[in-house]
């Protein structure tokens, strides 16, 4: 599998939206990541655990995420072997994904703006 990237875009309601927000919080999942793993289940025909029993988290405290790095470097690895470079991409398109979701986050309730006259993004006083 090539580990270049492309961007897939959807348009789904509201509702939907926030319904997959919702279920990728509590699996401890971006929304990318969510779509991408929902995707892949449907195609290969099998389900993820149930979201009301989620297997348990193994975090002393220090990571409350838990393994969630681990886990995604296994399901990297299970489409095949994987050099350091397209796992650091793997990573990297979450954190990015990520960071753009957080973003997205705080221009909805008024925290951030992008201001090209600043250079970037800056914070809303309140």
């Known amino acids: 599998m090539s580990s270049e990237r492309r961007t897939v875009k959807t348009y789904v309601p509201a509702a939907q939206k926030h319904e ?20 892949q289940a449907g195609r290969r025909g099998f389900t993820l655990q149930d979201p009301n029993n989620p297997p348990k988290a193994s975090s002393d405290g220090s990571n409350p995420r838990g393994n969630v790095l681990e886990e995604r470097i296994e399901r990297a690895l299970a489409e095949g072997p994987r050099s350091w470079d397209d796992l650091i991409d793997e990573v990297r398109g979450d954190l990015e994904d990520r960071l753009d979701s957080a973003l997205d986050a705080l221009q909805d309730r008024n925290r ?8 970037g993004y800056v914070l809303i006083d309140e």
């Open 20 to 39: 997959w927000e919702r279920h990728a919080e509590e699996l401890g999942m971006s929304q990318s990541e969510f779509v991408k793993t929902m995707v």
């Open 112 to 119: 951030v703006r992008y201001s090209g006259r600043d250079g």
